[in-house]
């Protein structure tokens, strides 16, 4: 086992003092030393440090990508799980190439990826169990019925960091698109990491690619960062969104880099009648520093599945690169739901088809038992300090007859067209708001309130919960022969 440098009010006894300190001395004499002595050591940043510490080695791990290593990362996460009222553990997946089908993570623990390490998930379905719909979908996303559990998964935990070097997490998702695309899929895809019902999650630091499906889901938790992922996925690839949070209140999405064949950022909370029964919006989110390419969807899409309400969704300093849309609000009638107080500030987009989209027909119903009577409100919806430039068209707002989307401010943004822009550069309906110091002018239904009116649609100063989130420098430390 490794030895792991703890919290600082963790008492060591005097040997495990002495040796840490040894190896710490090893670890500062530059990397021909630490090579020469074996000795493994990192420093991090992280929510918590933990006490007890092992290698996916220890458990009969081989990285050599084409042996299955899904019982050892259980074996070793199952040792581990012993510690979790002892100071917590690590798991450290070291250089190499992990094959692995899904493995469950455990309460205050830390996997943590080597630079050099690849996990590679499993092209053999038999390594994916299949669980039971989300209650507030009702059904899985790609077919009725179950889906494949995600690579990563946990469930009723708490205090749960996943993070690394920028370690590589690699979906293969090839072969399921290939099933999706000929409907050959019996259950939905399995996504790469899964968090429900659990609270105090980090997500940070690694590189994801090819996913089967959506990337990182986070749902039904709270107190959840995000943070220096890089996600990458063929912008061809079939519902590859990179970070979905969802049913989740505090949440802190900060510093990635995406490039997606679906929306980079996709806020829900739940699909028609069962997103509506089950009743737990996403609040308090704030997403900031955040670079997207996605030519075919959102660079932050609010829905379409958000029955059970979003609300308070603070987004700033966004680049977006080759989008279809900026900020995009997807609903319907069936939907229920809420999606209010959205704020949206300093937002720079290149080469866009819609800078502003907001669609309330989007649609695709989870069954035929959704309420038509269940209309979606949308209000308070706010746009400040924005560029784009190469746009095809600057807005398509269309509401709901009967049911409007209200609140809709926009300020201070300079949209600029591309040479085979749309002629009318804004198409409302069923939309009411202001607007003050937009170029080009926009529609009548967002009435223009003169320059003098161009700070409107004010971001809320005041800071989330979630931005108190405390990080603290960990190390480890592990002398190996």
């Given at each position: 086992?490794?030895?792991?440098?703890?919290?600082p009010?963790?008492?060591?006894?005097?040997?495990a003092?002495?040796?840490?300190?040894?190896?710490v001395?090893?670890?500062?004499?530059g990397?021909?030393?630490?090579?020469?002595?074996n000795?493994?050591?990192?420093?991090y940043?992280a929510?918590?440090?933990?006490?007890?510490?092992?290698?996916?080695a220890d458990f009969?791990?081989v990285?050599?990508?084409?042996?299955?290593?899904?019982?050892?990362?259980?074996?070793?996460?199952?040792?581990?799980s012993?510690?979790?009222s002892?100071?917590g553990?690590?798991?450290?997946?070291?250089?190499g190439?992990?094959?692995?089908?899904?493995?469950?993570?455990?309460?205050?623990?830390?996997?943590?990826?080597h630079?050099?390490?690849?996990?590679l998930a499993?092209?053999?379905?038999?390594?994916?169990?299949?669980?039971n719909?989300?209650p507030?979908?009702g059904?899985g996303?790609?077919t009725a019925?179950?889906?494949?559990?995600?690579?990563?998964?946990?469930?009723?935990?708490t205090?749960?960091?996943?993070?690394?070097?920028?370690?590589?997490?690699?979906?293969q998702?090839?072969?399921?698109?290939?099933k999706?695309?000929k409907?050959?899929?019996?259950?939905?895809r399995?996504?790469?990491?899964?968090?429900?019902?659990?609270?105090?999650?980090?997500?940070?630091?690694?590189?994801?690619?090819n996913?089967?499906?959506?990337?990182?889901?986070p749902?039904?938790s709270?107190?959840v960062l995000?943070?220096?992922?890089?996600?990458?996925?063929?912008v061809?690839?079939?519902?590859?969104d990179?970070?979905?949070?969802?049913?989740?209140t505090?949440?802190?999405?900060?510093d990635?880099?995406?490039?997606?064949?679906d929306?980079?950022i996709a806020?829900?909370?739940g699909w028609?009648e069962y997103?509506?029964?089950?009743g737990?919006?996403t609040k308090?989110?704030?997403?900031?520093r955040?670079?997207?390419i996605?030519p075919f969807?959102a660079?932050?899409?609010?829905?379409?599945?958000?029955?059970?309400?979003i609300q308070?969704?603070?987004?700033?300093?966004?680049?977006?690169?080759?989008t279809e849309?900026?900020?995009?609000?997807k609903?319907?009638?069936?939907?229920?739901g809420?999606v209010?107080?959205?704020?949206?500030?300093?937002?720079?987009m290149k080469?866009?088809?819609?800078?502003?989209?907001m669609?309330g027909?989007?649609?695709?119903?989870?069954d035929d038992?959704?309420?038509p009577?269940?209309?979606?409100?949308?209000?308070?919806?706010?746009f400040?300090?924005?560029?784009?430039?190469?746009?095809?068209?600057?807005?398509?707002?269309?509401?709901?007859?009967?049911?409007?989307?209200?609140g809709?401010?926009?300020?201070?943004?300079?949209?600029?067209m591309?040479?085979k822009?749309?002629?009318?550069?804004?198409?409302?309906?069923?939309?009411?708001?202001i607007?003050?110091?937009?170029?080009?002018?926009?529609?009548?239904?967002?009435?223009?309130q003169?320059?003098e009116k161009?700070?409107?649609?004010n971001?809320?100063?005041e800071?989330?919960?979630?931005?108190?989130m405390q990080l603290?420098?960990c190390?480890?430390?592990r002398?190996?022969?």
């Open positions: 086992m490794g030895l792991w440098r703890t919290h009010k963790t008492q060591l006894p005097r040997m003092m002495v040796v840490l300190v040894v190896l001395l090893l670890c500062t004499k990397a021909e030393s630490r090579k020469a002595r000795v493994d050591c990192f420093e940043s929510i918590s440090c933990r006490a007890q510490s092992a290698s996916l009969g791990g990285g050599d990508g084409t042996t299955s290593n899904t019982k050892a990362f259980q074996a070793a996460i199952e040792h581990l012993q510690y979790a002892e100071g553990s690590q798991l450290f997946v070291p250089p190439k992990w094959l692995t089908g899904s493995f469950n993570l455990t309460s205050h623990f830390t996997l943590y990826l630079k050099d390490a690849v996990l499993s092209q053999d379905e038999s390594e994916w169990p299949v669980i719909p989300l507030s979908y059904r996303r790609d019925g179950g889906r494949f559990i995600s690579l990563i998964f946990g469930t009723n935990l205090d749960v960091v996943i993070t690394g070097e920028n370690g590589t997490i690699d979906g998702g090839e072969l399921w698109w290939q999706f695309h409907g050959e899929l019996k259950y939905t399995p996504y790469l990491i899964e968090i429900m019902y659990s609270e105090n999650i980090q997500i940070s630091n690694l590189t994801l690619v996913s089967p499906s959506w990337n990182v889901h749902v039904y709270s107190n995000v943070q220096g992922l890089t996600i990458l996925a063929p061809t690839s079939p519902n590859t990179g970070i979905n949070p969802d049913s989740c505090n949440t802190r999405i900060e990635c880099y995406i490039v997606s064949g929306d980079c806020v829900k909370s028609d997103g509506i029964a089950f737990m919006p308090a989110l704030v997403i900031r955040l670079t997207c996605s969807s660079v932050i899409a609010l829905g379409s599945e958000m029955s059970g309400g308070d969704v603070r987004a700033e300093d966004i680049l977006a690169i080759d849309s900026g900020v995009r609000i609903t319907a009638v069936g939907r229920g809420f209010k107080d959205i704020y949206v500030r300093g937002m720079t080469t866009m088809k819609y800078v502003f989209w669609a027909d989007y649609g695709s119903h989870a038992g959704y309420d009577n269940a209309l979606p409100v949308i209000q308070n919806i706010n400040h300090d924005m560029v784009a430039e190469n746009v095809t068209m600057a807005a398509k707002l269309g509401g709901i007859t009967g049911d409007p989307f209200t809709i401010c926009i300020s201070n943004v300079t949209i600029t591309a040479k822009a749309k002629k009318v550069p804004w198409n409302c309906t069923d939309v009411a708001g607007s003050s110091g937009v170029v080009p002018q926009p529609c009548e239904l967002l009435a223009d003169g320059p161009i700070a409107a649609c971001f809320p100063e800071s989330l919960l979630v931005d108190n603290q420098l190390s480890y430390i002398k190996h022969s």
